[in-house]
T-cell receptor, first 114, second 111 residues
Framework: SAVISQKPSRDICQRGTSLTIQCQVD?????MFWYRQQPGQSLTLIAT?????????ESGFVIDKFPISRPNLTFSTLTVSNMSPEDSSIYLC???????????FGSGTRLTVV | RKEVEQDPGPFNVPEGATVAFNCTYS??????FFWYRQDCRKEPKLLMS???SGNEDGRFTAQLNRASQYISLLIRDSKLSDSATYLC????????????FGKGTLLTVNP
């Protein structure tokens, strides 16, 4: 399965600032996914990022708040903009590297907004 | 009704016990089904896919009932290392490849 390098692993940020999270995959993948896992909760899909097109956002998530880049088939970034304490969460990227029969996750970014 | 609903847990069992997790899903058009394992402060990792015919991987058995929209995971002879949160995951149909996660069930296996 694919190996994903996600950075940073954790950060503590001031409210009102932005943080960009990076995911690098060791192989080319068509779709990359960004998830959020709030404390004590399961994973919620933020958006799907395809190379060469705009990301597709899920209900409740907007591009202005969570802009995504997908410049090539091995890399993507998610920015959490104008952060508030409610954005404190774990953010994970994921790829479908087995044609829909299994998904691999990055190790996650633990974000705390103070 | 939540899209994917799991036993709330937590489960505390002794080593060697058999434990079963249940999950239901609301979208009858769902195509693929998985159990993921998430250790504390770690990312989810695929435990096994779930097929209509049922499938087994060592001590783990997964079953799917499409008519009842029900998925199960059975762990036999549980080990201390099985302690984790088990996530029921459903993929929607079409080319979306969207995964929907249950809230997870925490299992603690005690010596």
């Amino acid at each position: 399965s694919a190996v994903i390098s996600q950075k940073p692993s954790r950060d503590i940020c001031q409210r009102g600032t932005s943080l960009t999270i990076q995911c690098q995959v060791d192989s080319q993948v068509t779709m990359m996914f960004w998830y959020r896992q709030q404390p004590g909760q399961s994973l919620t899909l933020i958006a799907t990022a395809n190379q060469g097109s705009e990301a597709t956002y899920e209900s409740g998530f907007v591009i202005d708040k969570f802009p995504i880049s997908r410049p090539n088939l091995t890399f993507s970034t998610l920015t959490v903009s104008n952060m508030s304490p409610e954005d404190s969460s774990i953010y994970l990227c994921s790829v479908d590297d087995t044609g829909g029969y299994g998904y691999t996750f990055g190790s996650g970014t633990r974000l705390t907004v103070v | 009704r939540k899209e994917v609903e799991q036993d709330p847990g937590p489960f505390n069992v002794p080593e060697g016990a058999t434990v079963a997790f249940n999950c239901t899903y609301s979208n009858s058009a769902s195509q693929s089904f998985f159990w993921y394992r998430q250790d504390c402060r770690k990312e989810p990792k695929l435990l096994m896919s779930v097929y209509s015919s049922g499938n087994e991987d060592g001590r783990f058995t997964a079953q799917l009932n499409r008519a009842s929209q029900y998925i199960s995971l059975l762990i036999r002879d549980s080990k201390l290392s099985d302690s984790a949160t088990y996530l029921c995951v459903v993929r929607s149909g079409g080319s979306n490849y969207k995964l929907t996660f249950g809230k997870g069930t925490l299992l603690t296996v005690n010596p």
